[in-house]
T-cell receptor, first 111, second 115 residues
Framework: DAKTTQPPSMDCAEGRAANLPCNHS???????VYWYRQIHSQGPQYIIH???NNETNEMASLIITEDRKSSTLILPHATLRDTAVYYC????????????FGTGTRLQVTL | SAVISQKPSRDICQRGTSLTIQCQVD?????MFWYRQQPGQSLTLIAT?????????ESGFVIDKFPISRPNLTFSTLTVSNMSPEDSSIYLC????????????FGEGSRLTVL
């Protein structure tokens, strides 16, 4: 699986959009981009994933660049409950392929 | 989504002992994984628990230290054997759905402290 690079930490004011970047310059054509988050003392939670098109669900939006070498997770209106570590992961579409977590970005949402 | 129950949620263990962690899922799932999260670190995959056959271990993890069972599609156990303080971690069970798309559901984890 391709490696990802994320900033170690970010701050965001409550109510503002949180834009979390991820670099995956070695991604291959059959690899998806996944985002998970881990709130303190809880198991990781799936957020969203995509292949090449932008995706949106009730939690977030995922913007993938045209060359697929980077992506941005957008939390449109961050709240204090969004404070967590956010992991960007790339994974092959093979059914047996597992998820490998990197170090993630620690997002702190402040008042 | 799947609801995952792990037992114990936390435990304090003595050096040299072994502890078995149970993972129960409320539905049949194809893929089950065991992860370890050491203090302040990210998650590291230990192994894939295969139903009806031996688990598939990642580099750095061996069956003698982390034996895994998966007797059916809703249950798995991970044993941490001959524990040392370096084994103090959170151990997490995760599952994929009937059709594994990479979306994983995680239990709340089992926090082990080895003295």
């Amino acid at each position: 699986d391709a490696k990802t690079t994320q900033p170690p930490s970010m701050d965001c004011a409550e109510g503002r959009a949180a834009n979390l970047p991820c670099n995956h310059s070695t991604i291959s054509g059959n690899e998806y981009v996944y985002w998970y988050r881990q709130i303190h003392s809880q198991g990781p939670q799936y957020i969203i994933h995509g292949l090449k098109n932008n995706e949106t669900n009730e939690m977030a939006s995922l913007i993938i660049t045209e060359d697929r070498k980077s992506s941005t997770l957008i939390l449109p209106h961050a709240t204090l409950r969004d404070t967590a570590v956010y992991y960007c992961i790339v994974r092959d579409t093979g059914t047996a392929s597992k998820l490998t977590f990197g170090t993630g970005t620690r997002l702190q949402v402040t008042l | 989504s799947a609801v995952i129950s792990q037992k114990p949620s936390r435990d304090i263990c003595q050096r040299g002992t072994s502890l078995t962690i149970q993972c129960q899922v409320d539905s049949q799932v194809t893929m089950m994984f065991w992860y370890r999260q050491q203090p302040g670190q990210s998650l590291t995959l230990i192994a894939t628990a295969n139903q009806g056959s031996e688990a598939t271990y990642e580099s750095g993890f061996v069956i003698d230290k982390f034996p895994i069972s998966r007797p059916n599609l809703t249950f798995s156990t991970l044993t941490v054997s001959n524990m040392s303080p370096e084994d103090s971690s959170i151990y997490l069970c995760s599952v994929g759905g009937q059709v594994y798309t990479g979306e994983l559901f995680f239990g709340e984890g089992s926090r082990l402290t080895v003295l």
